[in-house]
């Protein structure tokens, strides 16, 4: 089993205006304003009128077996959510990276809860080493090591095993707060066996949608191959403006490559529906240069072979973006993705943590890929954990681009 991605959240597609579902049969008050709430707004806004029964049920036999008593807010919201069965729904609260992930991609539809946490002006920030990491068997594991940050400049690897940061258990938020422009010892264990290993990461403010198209910009790279020069790419999220930063970098860093390997395996959807058209669309490069010589890159096309990678990371609207390149012929390398094709949107509890919820049914072609996932035409299995740099679909997507690029010559 692929668990590169393992047990991450169901990231969002599109941000889509509130809309009221009907609200159906009442749930009785359980006592906590918070739980309280979230059943409100599932009753609301679920995308799926239909599924409100069930919901209704669910949430009326929790309260019911609380027997008066006052029901906590994460169990009790966790059960809520799973009674629903789909993607695009969690509780983030202050704790976690994704909270403010999401308080960033969701940030018009949250405006007053970001003003109050984030003053004066509601600009997203925390501070952090540019990872993320989850809790895999008992153990935490850097999932992702985003290009550009301190962490990948620290060589911490995707895989690692974090044991502790400045000698006290490990929090995604917590181990870096207030250390901005300090140093933070992180004792990893890079493979299941060796002896761990401390390694000073220097902390910075991180603005959650800027440090995406960050590392989207700086994992451009070209890496030579059998006298070949591949280009490669990770689209860390859809949200954002990854089309400008992909007009960008195909017309500058990659301008000269002979094909190219486009990493999917992501955090976040929340991009346009025609992402593959970069890819596989016929429309006219153009750019414009003001008088001041700043070009820019309005409209960027890559023609040349394309391979691209996948899996349980893939989420929501890039994985619309790997049904269209797969559709249109580009290989897909990987594992399958996650299945999860809703449109959502976030909603601020009285605690102030977030509700996530899906509001709008998606259709491709037609089909409902929430629930289907996209398949790898290369099928190749990563167990991230302890990896220590290994990366056999990265291995296995360069073997194909160059059978591609053979191909293409003969």
């Known amino acids: 089993?692929?668990?590169?991605?393992?047990?991450?959240?169901?990231?969002?597609?599109?941000?889509?205006?509130?809309?009221?579902?009907?609200?159906?049969?009442?749930?009785?008050?359980?006592?906590?304003?918070?739980?309280?709430?979230?059943?409100?707004?599932?009753?609301?806004?679920?995308?799926?009128?239909?599924?409100?029964?069930?919901?209704?049920?669910?949430?009326?036999?929790?309260?019911?077996?609380?027997?008066?008593?006052?029901?906590?807010?994460s169990a009790g919201i966790d059960a809520l959510i799973a009674s629903l069965h789909v993607s695009h729904s969690g509780r983030y609260t202050p704790d976690q990276v994704d909270y403010y992930d999401l308080s960033d991609v969701f940030r018009f539809n949250i405006r007053d809860l970001a003003r109050k946490l984030y003053p004066p002006r509601g600009e997203v920030v925390y501070e952090g080493i540019g990872i993320a990491s989850k809790v895999i068997d008992g153990h935490r594991f850097v999932t992702d090591v985003f290009d550009g940050m301190p962490a990948i400049k620290a060589r911490i690897k995707a895989g690692d095993e974090i044991l502790s940061a400045d000698g006290k258990p490990f929090e995604e938020i917590g181990s870096f707060n207030h250390k901005t422009g300090q140093t933070v010892a992180l004792e990893?264990?890079?493979?299941?066996?060796?002896?761990?290993?401390?390694?000073?990461?220097?902390?910075?403010?991180?603005?959650?949608?800027?440090?995406y198209m960050e590392a989207v910009r700086e994992s451009a790279r070209v890496i030579d191959q059998n006298g070949r020069k591949i280009g490669y790419v990770h689209l860390w999220t859809g949200a954002g403006d990854l089309t400008g930063v992909l007009n960008e970098v195909l017309a500058t860093k990659l301008k000269d490559v002979d094909g190219m390997v486009v990493d999917m395996r992501s955090r976040w959807g929340g991009g346009p529906a025609d992402g593959a058209e970069t890819f596989v669309g016929g429309s006219a490069d153009m750019t414009i240069t003001e008088n001041d010589g700043k070009t820019q890159y309005v409209n960027t096309r890559f023609h040349k072979p394309v391979v691209a990678i996948i899996d349980e990371g893939t989420r929501s609207s890039m994985e619309i973006m790997a049904y269209g390149l797969k559709k249109n012929g580009i290989a897909l390398v990987g594992a399958p993705t996650a299945g999860d094709v809703l449109a959502a949107r976030a909603f601020a509890l009285p605690d102030d943590s977030l509700l996530e919820l899906p509001v709008a049914d998606v259709m491709v072609d037609g089909q409902r890929l929430e629930g289907s996932p996209v398949t790898p035409t290369v099928p190749v299995a990563f167990d991230v954990r302890y990896a220590n740099g290994a990366d056999p679909q990265m291995d296995a997507a360069l073997?194909?681009?160059?059978?591609?690029?053979?191909?293409a010559v003969n």
């Open 399 to 407: 073997v194909e681009l160059g059978k591609k690029l053979a191909a």
């Open 1 to 73: 089993m692929t668990i590169r991605h393992a047990g991450r959240v169901a990231a969002l597609l599109l941000i889509v205006p509130l809309w009221m579902a009907p609200a159906g049969a009442e749930v009785p008050k359980s006592g906590n304003n918070v739980v309280d709430a979230a059943v409100a707004l599932i009753d609301k806004n679920l995308y799926s009128p239909a599924a409100l029964p069930a919901f209704h049920d669910a949430a009326t036999a929790l309260i019911d077996d609380a027997k008066g008593a006052r029901i906590a807010t």
């Open 188 to 211: 990893v264990r890079h493979t299941a066996d060796a002896a761990p290993v401390t390694i000073p990461v220097s902390v910075e403010k991180t603005s959650p949608l800027a440090t």
